[in-house]
């Protein structure tokens, strides 16, 4: 059920305490905890609601409507890196995986005091994670995972990998199996939850700027769905627009420093794999990560309908072309790794959107053809027929000796790298030579602009994210509340 | 709303472009495909949309250069950073969205054999 509403009604003004832009996993939180805590919140939320459900997972139609440009984003560089975000009520965890991996500790350790993030308990970050995965129902599939989850499994377990099952924020039914849940995403959990105590959620309200006087934001002048301009005045704002346009408003805003200059990423190369027997399910995302390697690299499997599979293969069309007749026999698995690169979000005026850059460093060039080559050697492991790797040129790997080839051949250049992991744009801390923002989330040199999302991850984890980032948000707004007690 | 006129830059290369790849794919099937990649390019971020244009209306001006089919298969495996980021954007989306909505399709485009 579609639980927004157009706040502006005939007119053009409005007043709230506390505006919050976006909808995902930093902004539904927030508005949650502070409508529950009294406070008046208004989300306002570029794209539209969609149910979950509604639209078919993975697909074209996705696409569409709940990525922003139709989940055509690319990073410049050299490789380009595609990526993703989503844009609709709920944001990225409407559309996502929802793997859910809790914040590493050595992780958050390494954070806190390299960044000087005051305050960061590893005791209190978990036990804000236990009230999470209650929050988003996460467990486990019910019976056994799919073929294609199990393949990647068995590869790692015969090759004596560390591997497991990495729950998802899903309820699944009485007798249910793992292709039975559904999605807790936010428009199932926390929005129900900041509407039910009041806040209300505009969809279709895109922030251009936020008006500064001196340090101090004062209102939003945002475009609406029919085009025309509205202004939002506030006490408070939380900027929660994800690690691309958080950084891209802020600058837009005419705020400076640390904003948009460490965007990390998880950069991903993919392969397909061909089994004996049917393995390709609609709609499936393998729950289960090859982990041996990290934090240096992770391997997984993505949605492989057909059409997923053509884009998989097209890099090297002219020889694996034949491939695409046994889809059904085929699944798509990633190799993510941790980048020692940085990227840059840089805001162009009179451009809508930013320019995005990111740079590979030599190392990072290294581990992706280790990796792209330790998970095809998995997969023959688990008894993959054959291999084909996503770049131009790629072998086909039969054998073990074939990933020698692959590796040899391997040029991130020719690769289709991509990336659904973004952060780090407004890293957070004290040290204001690294950070955009403070130890919980005011942007420095502000007095009431606060982000609440990806963006004040200080690196890319590692891991999924999501917990991560919601674990922090609602660290963050915890003290807010704490430090404006509410009349 | 996106803009129509960056949309109808890619159709002529993009046309070419899988009637070499696919050839098989019939007509119609092949304009539905092309339009889809058109209406996607409309809605590219803005800097990704304007380095598209340009790199349309270079790659326009190709087509009209001798032999098309040549041009095509030259143009396509252009190992040149960002240009050849276009086919690759092109065949991408059409790719995708000919297996998706018709996953029986062959290789060559052509459509899956009906059993008797």
Known sequence: MNLSKDAFGAGDHIEVEVLIIGSGAGGSPTAALLAEAGFDVLIVEEGEWYDQGSIKPFSLDQME???????????????????????????????????????????????????????LELDDID?????????????????????????????????????????????????????????QSMTETYLPRAINAGAILSTGVR?????????????????????????????????????IHTPALLQRSGIKGNIGKSLAVHPTVKLSAKFSEVINVDNDVPVHQVTEFFPHSSFGGSASQAGLLALALNDNWRAFRGQITDWRRMSVYYAAITSEGRGRVISVPGMRDPVVTYRLTKNDRTLLAISLGRLALAMLAAGAEAVYPSFRGAPVVRRPADVARLEAGFSATKASVMSVH?????????????????????????????????????????????????????????????????? | ???????????????????????????????????????????????????????????????????????????????????????????????????????????????????A
């Open chain 1, 65 to 119: 409507k709940q990525y922003r440009s139709g989940g055509v984003t690319v990073a410049l560089g050299r490789p380009s890196i595609a990526y993703t975000e989503g844009r609709c009520a709920g944001g990225g965890t409407e559309v996502n995986s929802g793997l859910y991996k809790r914040p590493p500790h050595s992780m958050l350790t390494k954070w806190r005091d390299g960044y000087q993030i005051q305050n």
């Open chain 1, 207 to 243: 922030v251009e700027r936020l008006e500064m006087i001196d340090a101090t934001a004062g209102a939003a002048i945002v475009e609406r769905r029919d085009g025309r301009a509205g202004r939002i005045s506030f006490r408070h704002v939380f900027v929660c627009c994800g690690a």
């Open chain 1, 422 to 487: 973004l952060c780090s744009t407004v890293p957070m801390g004290e040290d204001p030579r690294l950070c955009g923002a403070d130890s919980f989330g005011r942007v420095h040199g502000t007095t009431n602009v606060r982000v609440n999302d990806a963006s004040l991850l200080p690196s890319a984890p590692g891991v999924n994210p999501q917990a991560t980032v919601m674990a922090l948000v609602v660290r963050n707004v915890r003290r807010f509340i704490e430090e404006n007690v509410h009349a």
């Open chain 1, 127 to 183: 036990a804000i994670a236990d009230e999470i995965e209650t929050d988003l129902s996460v467990s486990y599939v019910p019976g056994e995972s799919t073929l294609a989850s199990q393949a990647l499994a068995r590869g790692a377990t015969n090759l004596g990998w560390r591997n497991g099952e990495i729950p998802r924020w899903m309820s699944y039914p009485e007798r249910g199996d793992a292709l039975s849940g559904k999605r």
């Open chain 2, 1 to 115: 709303m996106p803009s129509r006129s960056s949309a109808s830059r890619v159709t002529p290369y993009a046309d070419a472009l899988l009637a070499r790849d696919l050839p098989a794919l019939d007509p119609q099937r092949r304009g539905e495909a092309v339009q889809f990649v058109a209406i996607r390019v409309a809605d590219l971020p803005a800097p990704m949309k304007l380095a598209v244009g340009i790199l349309a209306v270079i790659f326009d001006l190709g087509l009209s250069l001798g032999s098309r089919r040549t041009y095509i298969s030259v143009s396509s495996r252009l190992p040149i950073p960002f240009v050849s980021e276009y086919p690759r954007l092109i065949r991408s989306l059409a790719f995708a969205y000919v297996w998706e909505k018709w996953p029986d399709t062959r290789p060559d485009g052509g459509r899956a054999q009906v059993e």
